[in-house]
């Protein structure tokens, strides 16, 4: 009998590599994650509801544990392997994102685990790009950038020979568990030096500096790590205390009550020395540090009034300021549990308390009332995902560019889905299953 390990077990050993790592190469990463666990701890201690209830819907453990990381690819193959390398840790492609809509020459999707129990044991998330060489203007320079992504291979041959073995054997062994863990890492390692010239990384750059972060080094170094905060305006506040240089805003929506969705930040991206090709010096900018606020995900009809008043706040350079208007803005959002629940704006997870134990539902007994009586709880669904405008808000920002005007974008799922060799999965299918399958667990199948 074969005792392989868990996909869960390697995502969790993958993640504490990956953290270790990135807070080896970028130490401040490491101050940032001791800001965090603070904030957090105080908000717990100051809020014992909350604490509570993350205890009771088995979202307390996850709090510390929980990071999203993101990496760039600049070839179909190097996405098609991840996507094999990904499966190893039972974390699958959710959603598609056009970047492009926001001037950043990329579309992406989220590697991540979809069943209830792996999100508890541990929802690492993986947000990959894939670059798009066919928004480059310049023909000569597209040609130029294919030819260099070619001739490159960011998977070390026994990280290969382990995913095909996992493949074969359907799991892998302890042993080869760590072996799996240690290749996989070498391939979001940071590498000092480029693989091209330092005139060429420089035609890159004026292209996009994302373009020249892809194209110019050895593997698609992991450019963030996140942890999760219960307070992010708190955490925004507090970074300079710690040495630490913010964005100017926070993404994504405003402080609530209930808070929904997303909200991120990050320190500023480090300036990195790097080696040329022919022995030139220079400096790289790419690799920063972000924080997540996580809120409870909307429905088809919650998020599309999230992106309707989201385009009316619009943007701004003072976070004060954007804040302020987003709450104004934000005002026609209901921010209660109740109007969420009834006006479907969200999703919710349902389970009997101990009185729904005793007496469970009944044929005709409507979920309001059994929510009113308390026989059953309604909590939130965790946001899993991302939010384009954020994440594009959060590279440009890094990169150094000015925010570019949104446009329709250049959306094309089919081709991403080519690259990536399956189909990506429908986030508000999963969220709509999860909130289904509660209330069957509950005994009310017609709500």
Same mark, same amino acid.
């Given at each position: 009998?074969?005792?392989?390990?868990?996909?869960?077990?390697?995502?969790?050993?993958?993640?504490?590599?990956?953290?270790?790592?990135?807070?080896?190469?970028?130490?401040?990463?490491?101050?940032?994650?001791?800001?965090?666990?603070?904030?957090?701890?105080?908000?717990?201690?100051?809020?014992?509801?909350?604490?509570?209830?993350?205890?009771?819907?088995?979202?307390?453990?996850?709090?510390?544990?929980?990071?999203?990381?993101?990496?760039?690819?600049?070839?179909?193959?190097?996405?098609?392997?991840?996507?094999?390398?990904?499966?190893?840790?039972?974390?699958? /492609?959710?959603?598609?994102? &056009?970047?492009?809509?926001?001037?950043?020459?990329?579309?992406?999707?989220?590697?991540?685990?979809?069943?209830?129990?792996?999100?508890?044991?541990?929802?690492?998330?993986?947000?990959?790009?894939?670059?798009?060489?066919?928004?480059?203007?310049?023909?000569?320079?597209?040609?130029?950038?294919?030819?260099?992504?070619?001739?490159?291979?960011?998977?070390?041959?026994?990280?290969?020979?382990?995913?095909?073995?996992?493949?074969?054997?359907?799991?892998?062994?302890?042993?080869?568990?760590?072996?799996?863990?240690?290749?996989?890492?070498?391939?979001?390692?940071?590498?000092?030096?480029?693989?091209?010239?330092?005139?060429?990384?420089?035609?890159?750059?004026?292209?996009?500096?994302?373009?020249?972060?892809?194209?110019?080094? /050895?593997?698609?170094?992991?450019?963030?790590?996140?942890?999760?905060?219960?307070?992010? &305006?708190?955490?925004?506040?507090?970074?300079?205390?710690?040495?630490?240089?913010?964005?100017?805003?926070?993404?994504?929506?405003?402080?609530?009550?209930?808070?929904?969705?997303?909200?991120?930040?990050?320190?500023?991206?480090?300036?990195?020395?790097?080696?040329?090709?022919?022995?030139?010096?220079?400096?790289?900018?790419?690799?920063?540090?972000?924080?997540?606020?996580?809120?409870?995900?909307?429905?088809?009809?919650?998020?599309?009034?999230?992106?309707?008043?989201?385009?009316?706040?619009?943007?701004?350079?003072?976070?004060?300021?954007?804040?302020?208007?987003?709450?104004?803005?934000?005002?026609?959002?209901?921010?209660?549990?109740?109007?969420?629940?009834?006006?479907?704006?969200?999703?919710?997870?349902?389970?009997?308390?101990?009185?729904?134990?005793?007496?469970?539902?009944? /044929?005709?007994?409507?979920?309001?009332?059994?929510?009113?009586?308390?026989?059953?709880?309604?909590?939130?669904?965790?946001?899993?995902?991302?939010?384009?405008?954020?994440?594009?808000?959060?590279?440009?920002?890094?990169?150094? &560019?000015?925010?570019?005007?949104?446009?329709?974008?250049?959306?094309?799922?089919?081709?991403?889905?080519?690259?990536?060799?399956?189909?990506?999965? &429908?986030?508000?299918?999963?969220?709509?299953?999860?909130?289904?399958?509660?209330?069957?667990?509950?005994?009310?199948?017609?709500?």
């Amino acid at each position: 009998m074969n005792h392989f390990l868990s996909a869960d077990a390697i995502r969790t050993r993958f993640s504490q590599a990956m953290s270790a790592m990135y807070q080896q190469e970028v130490p401040q990463y490491g101050t940032l994650m001791t800001l965090v666990q603070r904030v957090n701890a105080r908000c717990l201690a100051d809020r014992p509801a909350l604490k509570a209830r993350l205890e009771a819907a088995d979202e307390l453990e996850r709090l510390n544990l929980e990071r999203h990381g993101a990496i760039r690819v600049g070839t179909a193959e190097e996405l098609a392997t991840l996507r094999q390398m990904f499966a190893v840790m039972g974390m699958e /492609p959710v959603g598609y994102y &056009d970047l492009s809509q926001a001037g950043v020459p990329v579309h992406s999707t989220a590697f991540r685990p979809v069943s209830d129990a792996a999100l508890r044991r541990n929802p690492f998330r993986i947000f990959t790009s894939l670059l798009r060489l066919e928004l480059i203007d310049d023909l000569q320079l597209r040609e130029k950038a294919a030819a260099i992504l070619a001739r490159r291979d960011i998977f070390t041959p026994r990280c290969r020979a382990l995913i095909a073995q996992h493949q074969q054997q359907g799991g892998l062994s302890d042993a080869d568990a760590d072996a799996f863990v240690k290749e996989a890492l070498e391939t979001f390692r940071w590498h000092g030096v480029s693989t091209v010239d330092s005139e060429t990384y420089q035609a890159l750059s004026q292209q996009h500096r994302l373009i020249a972060d892809v194209v110019c080094f /050895p593997g698609c170094h992991i450019n963030h790590l996140t942890p999760r905060t219960l307070d992010i &305006d708190l955490v925004q506040s507090l970074m300079p205390e710690y040495g630490i240089d913010p964005k100017a805003l926070i993404e994504g929506p405003p402080r609530r009550e209930v808070p929904i969705l997303l909200r991120q930040t990050s320190f500023k991206a480090l300036e990195e020395p790097v080696r040329f090709q022919q022995g030139e010096s220079g400096t790289h900018t790419a690799r920063f540090g972000e924080i997540e606020q996580r809120g409870v995900a909307l429905t088809p009809k919650g998020r599309a009034l999230y992106d309707r008043l989201l385009a009316e706040a619009g943007t701004g350079t003072d976070n004060q300021q954007h804040q302020q208007r987003l709450a104004e803005v934000f005002r026609d959002f209901p921010d209660d549990e109740r109007s969420l629940r009834e006006q479907q704006l969200a999703w919710f997870d349902y389970r009997l308390s101990e009185k729904g134990e005793a007496q469970p539902p009944r /044929p005709g007994e409507s979920l309001a009332t059994l929510i009113e009586q308390g026989r059953i709880i309604a909590d939130p669904v965790v946001y899993e995902d991302f939010l384009p405008v954020s994440a594009a808000g959060i590279f440009q920002s890094n990169l150094g &560019d000015k925010a570019q005007a949104r446009t329709a974008g250049n959306a094309s799922r089919a081709d991403f889905e080519a690259a990536l060799g399956a189909s990506v999965q &429908d986030e508000m299918q999963l969220y709509q299953a999860r909130q289904q399958q509660s209330l069957v667990r509950c005994g009310i199948s017609d709500a």
